[in-house]
């Protein structure tokens, strides 16, 4: 793997982690958004969406971060 290849994983990896932030945080929004739902069909599918965003933004930020190790010089 040549230095060109090396940058793009890392400046790939460091978006997807800032993406899975991002939709992490968006999923903890959307999960405190049931406490003004009138139904409880309208709570659950706030739960449910907000924990499922909260997932997918927790494992892009996990795996980005164990490339970013994997990839990356130690000091």
Known sequence: MDQLEIKGKIKTAQIN???GFFILF???IV???MIYSNTPVQQM????????LVI????????????????????
């Open 31 to 33: 999960s405190f958004a």
């Open 17 to 19: 982690q800032a993406l």
């Open 45 to 52: 599918t706030s739960l449910v969406s907000g924990i499922t």
């Open 56 to 75: 997918i933004g927790g494992a892009m930020m996990w795996k980005a971060t164990n490339t970013l190790k994997k990839i990356q010089p130690k000091k």
């Open 26 to 28: 968006f999923g903890v």
